[in-house]
């Protein structure tokens, strides 16, 4: 029964979803504004069946419904109800089915700012939501319907979700998170599609589809960082980031959404770059399509990845012909999008935000070469490749200092021709805190002085600083100029740039996080330890002793537990890795336990447990700066949620339906 009621609304919302492309397209063809009104009833309409499937394959997996296909698959009477719930999301069909339900919000939130803005591009950009929304209903309802009945006999029990998904609370959070930024990007290209299609983008219109590409942006590098938390604190190596082809799977649309978001600046303010920020928007919709692929095909081995399923080659097909219809709109459309004005001087922010975006571009470019090469090898040639770590290093390190130092000095140039002198004066103080820095490293005695760990350190110092002096400078002008007190200066700053502001703590938060990724990299220590119970090893400034084992029966898992206590210039504490052994699981996933300082992490992975508790084979890392990642993300966060605040400049902006349609 279950099974037929979200079939049905599924299939109520492909219907929404037809209608609503139809209307929406034919509305912008026709300058209706019934038709753009029906285009957002039929709209609303797939939103509600999205949204409402979604919590009918979620009541089926609570009330353990085993004659659904899907719940037979993934749930289990065991399973805590927590992981019940997120099991939702741990097999393709209700990824899938998940995928749908994000985009209905998405649509749904886009429908009612749109409502009285914008007429011209409004319909086309509605209609294109509900083409991709049609084509994910499509694939839940029929390639990978989770609603498919169970066979015959209905199984009393299942497995439970993969356990990879039930060995941590952030796999609560971090796969929503990936998709709030995957699906969110549908947004921004709707509304690219519709400054194509109309030929016109607007300093109203730029800012909104800033905003719009700005809030899954935001939830996407939420859902990268998460990622690496998750595989750091689950995986058991040490580690946050592997280049796995799934990683750079989500890391390849944050790049080109970064460089739109940069390039966004320049329509609203010079009148510049608007059919590259287009492009841009719509390369990033198609990397998200590519990423989907990736994860959900089964062409690439990875532990994110789902298993091979019959949705790869529709998927592929989809991808191909979004690509397709993408060129061929930019070839007849683009020139429509001129840019007005002289080109920008060598020396000014503009030229900055130019090879910010260069730069962005080439990242995405090696990145998808080596993610994507191997795979052409194989299907042209027949060969197996692998592109490892190595490679991506190499073309990596570079472009991010790079990127690191130009957001030193792309803000503090001038828009337009700056004066004479002007380069120099913002930069010198940055400049002398970046040579203070790198005297640090020297004198503090770090191998290889000229490595690009050191390089990251200096050019991070300066970039650093520059963003400090950028972000405080508003404050620092009222209290000089109009003498207001330090707080009204503060308040009065923040309330007209509030996304100025955000834009620079975003800045700060990047710097956190490439330093700590440096400095994480070059300065690991880690090795492999036999312990005997009572024995004590020293490692680095620690000494490791084993002190027994416990056994712990949970619902879901058993779990063997290392007690192994620490004494260190911290003091003297207990950690506790574990191998944690599920029903239908072969193979026991290992769980480190980790001690965080501000300057280093002690980790501890357990790789075998005697029986008795008196040996075990922990591998032991040292890993410096880690604490700064997360940190450095909580500091992204912050910034964007300050620029995504409403702005006074964004209010005024603001045009009604009827004013625009007259």
């Known amino acids: 029964m279950i099974g037929m009621v979200g079939d049905a609304v599924v299939l109520v919302g492909l219907a929404a979803a037809a209608a609503g492309t139809v209307t929406g397209f034919a509305a912008g063809a026709t300058g209706s504004l019934d038709l753009l009104r029906h285009a957002q009833r039929f709209a609303r309409a797939y939103s509600v069946a999205m949204i409402a499937a979604c919590l009918v394959m979620v009541y089926a997996l609570v009330t353990h419904d085993f004659s659904v296909k899907y719940v037979s698959k993934v749930g289990s009477l065991s399973t805590p109800l927590h992981i019940t719930i997120v099991s939702l999301w741990s097999s393709l069909e209700g990824s899938i089915l998940l995928w749908g339900a994000v985009l209905g919000a998405y649509i749904a939130a886009f429908v009612s700012w749109s409502r009285d803005r914008d007429v011209e591009e409004t319909p086309w950009a509605l209609g294109t939501m509900c083409l991709v929304g049609g084509f994910f209903a499509y694939l839940i309802a029929h390639p990978a319907n989770p609603f498919t009945p169970a066979p015959v006999p209905v199984p009393g029990d299942g497995p439970g979700p993969n356990p990879l998904l039930q060995n ?30 109309t030929g016109k983008l607007g300093p109203a219109w730029t800012r909104a589809l800033r905003t719009a590409l700005m809030w899954p942006w935001f939830f996407l590098t939420g859902g990268i960082v998460l990622g690496g938390w998750w595989a750091y604190e689950v995986l058991g190596w040490g580690g946050y980031w592997a280049w796995d082809p799934v990683e750079n799977a989500s890391l390849l649309p944050w790049l080109t959404a970064t460089a739109a978001l940069h390039a966004a600046m320049l329509p609203s303010r010079r009148g510049s770059l608007k059919g590259w920020t287009v492009t841009l928007v719509l390369v990033t919709f198609l990397l998200t399509l590519l990423g989907t692929f990736m994860t959900r095909s089964g062409v690439f081995n990875s532990v994110h990845a789902f298993t091979q399923s019959s949705i790869g080659p529709i998927f592929l097909g989809f991808l191909g012909v979004s690509l397709v219809a993408c060129v061929i709109l930019l070839a007849a459309r683009i020139d429509l999008l001129s840019t007005e004005g002289d080109p920008p001087a060598l020396v000014s922010r503009e030229a900055g935000f130019l090879v910010n975006n260069v730069l962005f571009v080439a990242l995405t470019f090696t990145v998808l070469l080596g993610t994507t090469f191997p795979l052409v090898m194989e299907a042209v040639k027949g060969v197996k490749l692998s592109v490892g770590e190595p490679y991506f290093n190499q073309v990596a390190i570079p472009a991010g200092i790079a990127i690191l130092f130009l957001m030193g000095v792309g803000p503090a140039l001038p828009w337009g021709e700056p004066s004479p002198g002007s380069a120099w004066r913002e930069l010198r103080w940055p400049g002398v805190a970046a040579v203070l ?72 938060g990047i710097v956190v996080i490439v330093v700590a990724v440096a400095v994480s990299h070059a300065f690991r220590v880690e090795r492999e330890l036999n312990i005997k119970a009572g024995e004590s090893v020293a490692f680095e400034e620690y000494t490791l002793t084993l002190v027994g084992r416990d056994d712990v029966t949970e619902p879901h898992r058993v779990r063997e537990i290392a007690r192994v206590e620490v004494t260190g210039p911290d003091g003297r504490f207990e950690l506790a890795p574990a191998l944690n052994r599920y029903g239908f699981s072969m193979n026991p996933i290992g769980t480190p336990d980790v001690h965080n300082t501000l300057t280093h992490d002690l980790y501890l992975s357990l790789l075998t447990l005697g029986a008795d508790g008196k040996t075990a084979g922990i591998h032991v890392y040292r890993n410096p700066g880690i604490l700064w990642l997360w940190v450095g993300w909580a500091i992204v966060s912050l910034g964007a949620l300050v620029a995504l605040l409403p702005s006074r400049a964004g209010k005024a902006a603001a045009k009604p339906v009827e004013q625009a349609a007259k």
Do not use: K
Request: hydrophobic residues 50%; contains cysteine; glycine residues 14%.
């Open 437 to 508: 820095a790198a005297g640090g490293v020297i004198v503090g005695g770090v191998d290889q002085a000229l490595s690009w760990t050191t390089l990251c350190v200096v050019v991070g110092t300066f970039a650093m600083g520059v963003t400090i002096r950028e972000a405080t400078r508003p404050v620092r002008v009222r209290m000089r100029e109009n003498g207001e007190p330090l707080g009204t200066a503060a308040w009065r700053a923040f309330s007209r740039g509030n996304r100025r502001l955000g834009g620079y703590i975003v800045h700060a």
């Open 168 to 197: 941590h609370l952030l796999m609560i959070i971090h796969p929503p998170s990936l998709y709030l930024g995957y699906v969110g990007m549908v947004v921004p290209f709707g509304m690219a599609i519709g400054s194509l299609v």
